[in-house]
């Protein structure tokens, strides 16, 4: 099984530009998420699906939309990119909440906004 | 709000003995669940232990043991017999509840020497 794979694995954007990370998970989890890491602040929760079709906010949510049209594929984007948004992206999966199953990663996504 | 502190930037151990990790966290809630999750280089994250609040006794988990004080709201991580394949970040994480939004501490460094 592959887990969960995010793509790309690196990118560099202009400010005022869009993008899309896709994630996805082979293992039929039913929960999904987007995270940020920066520097000396651990990881931060963007937004997180509990099922095809729904999508909640994070922590972070402001200048990034989801989308969970398909229970393997958890899509977040950047609809204008901002200097802030320059962090590394991580998506997890866990079949069902995470006080009762471990989150797995996949191996991030470095986005620098220029 | 939760939040999770690890006061040690960065630490490093002689392979085969023993290091222990520090997280504190502020919360006034008493249902929630507790995580050490390990960073490799390879940048994925992976669940060391967890532990729920409402059990007294500390989670073990091979080498990894924590000492967990609810009154201090206190959470470390004892490696028994290092090895070199723990140097990583390590993050200390909490979550309310079955609340998804889980919180992450900042992260220590740790590196084990041969």
């Known amino acids: 099984n592959a887990g969960v794979t995010q793509t790309p694995k690196f990118r560099v954007l202009k400010t005022g530009q869009s993008m899309t990370l896709l994630c996805a998970q082979d293992?039929?989890?039913?929960?999904m998420y987007w995270y940020r890491q920066d520097p000396g602040m651990g990881l931060r929760l963007i937004h997180y699906s509990v099922g095809e079709g729904t999508t909640a906010k994070g922590e972070v949510p402001d200048g990034y939309n989801v989308s969970r049209l398909k229970k393997q594929n958890f899509l977040l984007g950047l609809e204008s990119a901002a200097p802030s948004q320059t962090s590394v992206y991580f998506c997890a999966s866990s079949y069902w909440d995470q006080s009762n199953s471990p989150l797995h990663f996949g191996n991030g996504t470095r986005l620098t906004v220029t | 709000a939760q939040t999770v502190t690890q006061s040690q930037p960065e630490m490093s151990v002689q392979e085969a003995e023993t290091v222990t990790l520090s997280c504190t966290y502020d919360?006034?809630?008493?249902?929630?669940?507790l995580f050490w999750y390990k960073q490799p280089p390879s940048r994925q994250m992976i669940l060391v232990i967890r532990?729920?609040?409402?059990?007294?006794q500390n989670a073990t988990e091979n080498r990894f043991s924590v000492n967990f004080q609810k009154a201090a709201k206190s959470f470390s991580l004892k490696i028994s017999d290092s090895q070199l394949g723990d140097t990583a970040m390590y993050f200390c994480a909490f979550m309310k509840g079955n609340n998804n939004d889980m919180r992450f501490g900042a992260g220590t460094r740790l590196t084990v020497k041969p």
């Open positions: 919360t006034s809630e008493s249902n929630y669940y």
């Open positions: 293992m039929n989890h039913e929960y």
């Open positions: 532990q729920e609040a409402y059990k007294q």
